[in-house]
């Protein structure tokens, strides 16, 4: 990407989930012989200078990083166990991440996202100055329902996001009722596919 622009995003992968409907990790699944976190941290690293892969469990996926790519590990909550902390979702993830981000911008990404198209978060991100300052974030948005994990965010929602979260809210979709949203364009849906079963 040849502008200034991804130095002003930071990426997030989330590389927690348990698989349980897919019964293997989809973060090592291969695609074209290339373990699947692997290719969305590459993709990532064409985007955004920096790339954080929030994850459980880093030491099982040391051997997949990307030269510009570093991990959080995701920690558990005050008042959580180690096991706890593996079944509180995406939204805890992303905040834990979201604390490390200097930028002003976040890309949030799923480590499952096999269609994932470079050129299209290009342009995303080509357009991210012309987004409203009062949108917290700018989501696909499919019959009502926002895409979270393939999306921007701005770095300032993580205090509403910590509260939220303190307050014991885990959903996207709840979350993201009380702030304005701006719609990303996305002409092939297709784009956002997940692994959630096996095929």
């Known amino acids: 990407m040849n502008t200034d622009l991804q130095y002003h995003v930071t990426t997030i992968i989330l590389a927690g989930g348990k698989s349980t409907r897919m019964g293997r990790d989809k973060a090592l699944i291969p695609m074209g012989g290339v373990p699947m976190l692997q290719l969305i941290c590459t993709i990532a690293e064409a985007c955004t200078h920096k790339v954080y892969v929030v994850t459980p469990w880093p030491e099982r996926y040391q051997d997949l990083l990307t030269p510009n790519s570093q991990f959080i590990p995701e920690i ?63 989501l696909v948005q499919d019959h009502q329902i926002w895409q979270p994990l393939c999306g921007f965010y701005r770095r300032r929602c993580l205090s509403e996001l910590t509260q939220y979260i303190e307050e014991g ?16 364009p996305l002409a092939d849906p297709e784009m956002l596919f997940n692994f959630n079963s096996p095929v």
């Not at 470079?118 to 991210?128: D, N, R, T, V, Y």
Request: negative net charge; contains cysteine; aromatic residues 8%.
């Open 76 to 138: 558990p909550l005050a008042g959580e166990t180690g096991n706890e902390s593996r079944t509180h979702g995406p939204l805890v993830g992303f905040m834990q991440g979201l604390t490390m981000v200097e930028t002003n911008w976040v890309l949030l990404l799923a480590c499952d996202l096999p269609n994932l198209r470079l050129e299209i978060l290009q342009a995303w991100i080509s357009k991210l100055d012309t987004i409203p300052e009062n949108a917290v974030a700018a």
């Open 169 to 184: 809210g885990r959903s996207f979709q709840q979350w993201l009722k009380s702030y304005h949203v701006e719609v990303l």
